[in-house]
């Protein structure tokens, strides 16, 4: 039972432009939403999230969507640079099932070409 | 500030097997969490800790994981006997306690696992 989906293993842009990433869930009771950065051999850095009251959430070149009627968000960087190479993984966590308990989607790996 | 330690970071071991892992969790965090990464997927939850106790451990195969935290500090985990499906990334992580959601989730480098 895949709670959260991430549908694309990866992407491809050229740098300076807009990376999208996407994300789906289907639990109704998420209602706090993070992204994480994953680089090879190391473990996964928090990178930003967005709470169910929320459409959008801003941090410099990272902005995360939230579409709570289609249960789907996105990341967008803009602009892309060479060092957003990495998977990036979505993660979604409900206040009444455990507020730490996160449940992440399968990855993407996003590239990002010179 | 020194990140979340793991050791070992690789581990080869045949089926039926005992393997243990070990993390420290970055200083003065109580809250830590052990995941299992397997390829191709994103990290699962395994069992939560808060100090010395378990918080969740709904996903933890009882039968052959064990995880324990003494001390309230660093944490074992522990699979006996290793099944082949037990090939995986285990990743440890730490929280600082402050009861809400905002608790950002610091993440060790893992331990690869792999069972012949």
């Known amino acids: 039972d895949q709670q959260v989906k991430q549908n694309s293993p990866s992407l491809s842009v050229q740098e300076g432009r807009i990376s999208i990433l996407n994300c789906d869930y289907t639990?109704?009771?998420?209602?706090?939403f993070l992204w994480y950065k994953k680089y090879p051999a190391e473990g996964p850095t928090f990178l930003i999230s967005i709470s169910s009251i929320k459409d959008k959430n801003e941090d410099g070149r990272f902005t995360v969507f939230l579409n709570k009627s289609a249960k789907h968000l996105s990341l967008h960087i803009v602009p892309s640079q060479p060092g957003d190479s990495a998977v990036y993984f979505c993660a979604a966590s409900s206040s009444r099932q455990g507020a730490q308990k996160l449940v992440f989607g399968q990855g993407t790996r996003l590239t990002i070409n010179p | 500030e020194a990140g979340v330690a793991q050791s070992p970071r690789y581990k080869i071991i045949e089926k039926r097997q005992s393997v243990a892992f070990w993390c420290n969790p970055i200083?003065?965090?109580?809250?830590l969490y052990w995941y299992q990464q397997i390829l191709g997927q994103g990290p699962k939850l395994l069992i939560q800790?808060?100090?010395?106790?378990?918080?969740?451990d709904s996903q933890l195969p009882k039968d052959r994981f064990s995880a324990e935290r003494l001390k309230g500090v660093d944490s074992t985990l522990k699979i006996q006997p290793a099944k082949l499906e037990d090939s995986a990334v285990y990743l440890c992580a730490s929280s600082q306690f402050t009861g809400t959601r905002e608790e950002t989730q610091y993440f060790g480098p893992g331990t690869r696992l792999l069972v012949l």
């Open positions: 639990n109704s009771m998420f209602d706090y």
């Open positions: 800790f808060q100090n010395n106790g378990v918080v969740d």
């Open positions: 200083s003065g965090h109580a809250t």
